[in-house]
């Protein structure tokens, strides 16, 4: 069964700086996708970024980039130059590409940016 | 403007009460989903369909039914089976079954 592990339930991060938000993964499919996702106060969840599992390279979207490392079965999101704007809850989730159309999420981390 | 849209935002359920959620998008895709989720926790899905009159159960789909009558719309009842139904419920959808999904602004259910 696949499954998603984020182990920070909260960081902090000075405003301007870059910030890496953790995900590791487990699945035994050899085709999958990862997606993360950001969720403001608001309730929306606003997709951020996508890899699929036999991508060459790193996504990367704007300040957003996925730091994929295969091996370590990992996935995780670094923001560059942070803004007050993105403090919010960040889910990575993952759905393997011949399985059901469910998308596994994690449990989330909260990104507080500090002025 | 092209987008998902639920009502209501919030919605109170009486005990022994169905109640329906809608989700609505105008961005011509095929394949609908809906997510619930609980405080601290990630999002699980109840139920998707990749078109219209087809719809699969998802991992939690028990005290829910749905119905896929037109391509933009995709209504949840949760029903009086549903024992613990206060969450927060998300709505998605995506041009083809296992593209990227794309979600609501959801509806929190509250039990009075």
């Known amino acids: 069964a696949q499954k998603i592990t984020q182990t920070q339930p909260g960081m902090f991060v000075q405003e301007k700086e870059a910030v890496t938000l953790d995900c590791t993964y487990d699945?035994?499919?050899?085709?999958?996708?990862l997606f993360w996702y950001k969720q403001p106060s608001s309730g929306e969840m606003i997709f951020l970024i996508y890899?699929?599992?036999?991508?060459?390279q790193n996504a990367t979207e704007g300040r957003y980039s996925l730091n994929f490392q295969k091996a370590r079965k990992s996935a995780n999101l670094v923001i560059s130059a942070s803004q007050l704007g993105d403090s919010a809850m960040y889910f990575c989730?993952?759905?393997?590409?011949?399985?059901?159309?469910?998308?596994?999420f994690g449990t989330g981390t909260r990104l507080t940016i500090i002025p | 403007d092209g987008g998902i849209t639920q009502s209501p935002k919030y919605l109170f359920r009486k005990e022994g009460q169905n109640v329906t959620l809608s989700c609505e998008q105008n961005?011509?895709?095929?394949?609908m989903y809906w997510y619930r989720q609980d405080p601290g926790q990630g999002l699980r899905l109840i139920y998707y369909?990749?078109?219209?009159?087809?719809?699969q159960k998802g991992d939690i789909a028990e005290g829910y039914s749905v119905s896929r009558e037109k391509k933009e719309s995709f209504p949840l009842t949760v029903t009086s089976a549903q024992k613990n139904p206060t969450a927060f419920y998300l709505c998605?959808?995506?041009?083809?079954?296992?593209?990227?999904?794309?979600f609501g602004p959801g509806t929190r259910l509250l039990v009075l």
């Open positions: 998605a959808s995506s041009i083809l079954p296992r593209e990227t999904q794309y």
């Open positions: 699945t035994s499919d050899p085709s999958y996708g």
């Open positions: 890899q699929g599992s036999y991508d060459q």
């Open positions: 989730a993952m759905r393997e590409l011949f399985g059901n159309e469910k998308l596994t």
């Open positions: 961005l011509n895709h095929d394949a």
């Open positions: 369909s990749q078109i219209v009159n087809d719809f």
